[in-house]
C-alpha cells in the first residue's frame, strides 16, 4: 500500500466552481501534512499546511481527518490561474523525510 | 532571493556515461533532499542529508551517490548512466524532518 494516495483526477471546472480532493494516508503515526502545488514542468511549491483544527488561506480549505485518516483541499470560487496538479504530502515519523502523493490534477476552464 | 538553484537545467547522456548535478541552497537549511519525478508517479527521494557531512539512502538510491561536503551544497552523481534514469531530478532543503521543503526549479535529465 501506498503511503500517500491521491485521486489522479483530473478535476475540470468552471471558472467560480468550487472544487474539493481528497487524500489518504497509511501511517497513522504521521503528524506533518502539507499541500504543494506544481505547474507542467516546474518545481513543486508549497501551498498551505494542514492543521488539526483545519485552515483557511484565502479561496483555499484544508482539512485534517485523523479517525479516517485523510486531508482534503477545496478551492472556492475557482481561477483559471488554479489549473495545476496538487500533491499532497505527509511526513514519516521513523525516517527523516516527506513522502508525496502522485497529485491531483485541476483544470479550470473559461 | 536564490532560494535554491539546480544546475544544470538540461543534459542529454549517452548510456554509461557519468556526471553530477549541483544543488546550492542560500537559506542555510540543514536538510537537503535530492528526488526524481517520472510521469504519473509521485516524487521520488533517491537520497537525503541531515546536516553537512551527512548522507542516507531514500526510497530509490541504486545507481545514484550523494555528498554534502559543504552545508549550501548537495551533489548527486550517476556513476554510469541508464536508460532508467532518464527523469526529471529535484533539489529540495527544510530547516528540519517535519518542514516544508523549498525546491529548486528541476534538472532535465535523458539518458539515450
Known amino acids: 500500500r501506498k503511503e500517500v494516495e491521491q485521486d489522479p483526477g483530473p478535476f475540470n471546472v468552471p471558472e467560480g466552481a468550487t472544487v474539493a480532493f481528497n487524500c489518504t494516508y497509511s501511517n497513522s503515526a504521521s503528524q506533518s501534512f502539507f499541500w504543494y502545488r506544481q505547474d507542467c514542468r516546474k518545481e513543486p511549491k508549497l501551498l498551505m499546511s494542514?492543521?488539526?483544527s483545519g485552515n483557511e488561506d484565502g479561496r483555499f480549505t484544508a482539512q485534517l481527518n485523523r479517525a479516517s485518516q485523510y486531508i482534503s483541499l477545496l478551492i472556492r470560487d475557482s481561477k483559471l490561474s488554479d489549473s495545476a496538479t496538487y500533491l499532497c504530502?505527509?511526513?514519516?515519523?521513523?525516517?527523516?523525510?516527506?513522502?508525496f502523493g502522485a497529485g491531483t490534477t485541476v483544470t479550470v476552464r473559461a | 532571493n536564490a532560494g535554491v538553484t539546480q544546475t544544470p537545467k538540461f543534459r542529454v547522456l549517452k548510456t554509461g556515461q557519468s556526471m553530477t548535478l549541483l544543488c546550492a541552497q542560500d537559506m542555510n537549511h540543514e536538510y537537503m533532499y535530492w528526488y526524481r519525478q517520472d510521469p504519473g508517479m509521485g516524487l521520488r527521494l533517491i537520497h537525503y542529508s541531515v546536516g553537512e557531512g551527512t548522507t542516507a539512502k531514500g526510497e530509490v538510491p541504486d545507481g545514484y551517490n550523494v555528498s554534502r561536503l559543504k552545508k549550501q551544497n548537495f551533489l548527486l552523481g550517476l556513476e554510469s548512466a541508464a536508460p532508467s534514469q532518464t527523469s526529471v531530478y529535484f533539489c529540495?532543503?527544510?530547516?528540519?524532518?517535519?518542514?516544508?521543503?523549498?525546491f529548486g526549479d528541476g534538472t532535465r535529465l535523458s539518458i539515450l
Open positions: 529540495a532543503s527544510s530547516t528540519g524532518p517535519n518542514q516544508p521543503q523549498h
Open positions: 504530502v505527509v511526513n514519516t515519523l521513523n525516517d527523516y523525510k516527506l513522502s
Open positions: 494542514v492543521y488539526s
